[in-house]
């Protein structure tokens, strides 16, 4: 699977929206792009995925460029219970040997 | 929907002795289920891959005849830490793959403390 790439911390207010970028550069053609989060000492939550088009659902939206070389996750209104570790994951969609792979994900601080 | 159970939460136990963990998807059929381990401050790292009714797949490093994982039905697996030591002491998440293979679902996670 393909690495991704972080940035390690981000800060947010409460009520704006978070924009968390991912750089998945060598993402082949049949990679999805999964993003996860995790609040402290709970497992990871699914939040969203997909291939090339945008993607939208009741918790957030996910924007992958043209090229497939990054996407973003919005939160379009960040509140403090959003304070958590995102994940990228790039997946082979098919096939028993898929698997998830966490890197170090980004830590997002929501603030009053 | 798409709830995995894991039990119990938090377990104590003494150097020597084994632990099971319950992995349940409580609303979907899984095939496959995986068994991460997380350190403090750590992202996730993955021991194991489980096909219901075949042997585990291991990743490298990880002992298979230390972490036991039996894989019986489509919505339980086990994980049995062996003769668990205080290094084993850790934060374990399941995680149960729908029968589409489209979304890998976590559970809670279970804390072990071997003392």
């Known amino acids: 699977d393909a690495k991704t790439t972080q940035p390690p911390s981000m800060d947010c207010a409460e009520g704006r929206a978070a924009n968390l970028p991912c750089n998945h550069s060598?993402?082949?053609?049949?990679?999805?792009v999964y993003w996860y989060r995790q609040i402290h000492s709970q497992g990871p939550q699914y939040i969203i995925h997909?291939?090339?088009n945008n993607e939208t659902n009741e918790m957030a939206s996910l924007i992958i460029t043209e090229d497939r070389k990054s996407s973003t996750l919005i939160l379009p209104h960040a509140t403090l219970r959003d304070t958590a570790v995102y994940y990228c994951?790039?997946?082979?969609?098919?096939?028993?040997?898929?698997?998830?792979?966490f890197g170090t994900g980004t830590r997002l601080q929501v603030t009053l | 929907g798409a709830v995995v159970s894991q039990h119990p939460s938090w377990v104590i136990c003494k150097s020597g002795t084994s632990v099971k963990i319950e992995c349940r998807s409580l609303?979907?059929?899984?095939?496959?289920m995986f068994w991460y381990r997380q350190f403090p401050k750590q992202s996730l790292m993955l021991m194991a891959t489980?096909?219901?009714?075949?042997?585990?797949?291991?990743e490298q490093g990880v002992e298979k005849d230390k972490f036991l994982i039996n894989h019986a039905s489509l919505t339980l697996s086990t994980l049995t830490v062996t003769s668990a030591h205080p290094e084993d002491s850790s934060f374990y998440i399941c995680?149960?793959?729908?029968?589409?293979?489209?979304?890998?679902?976590f559970g809670p996670g279970t804390r072990l403390l071997v003392l």
């Open positions: 609303d979907f059929q899984a095939t496959t």
């Open positions: 489980s096909n219901e009714g075949s042997k585990a797949t291991y």
């Open positions: 994951i790039v997946r082979v969609f098919t096939g028993t040997a898929s698997k998830l792979t």
């Open positions: 060598t993402i082949s053609g049949n990679e999805y």
């Open positions: 995680s149960a793959r729908d029968l589409r293979g489209e979304t890998q679902y």
């Open positions: 997909g291939l090339k």
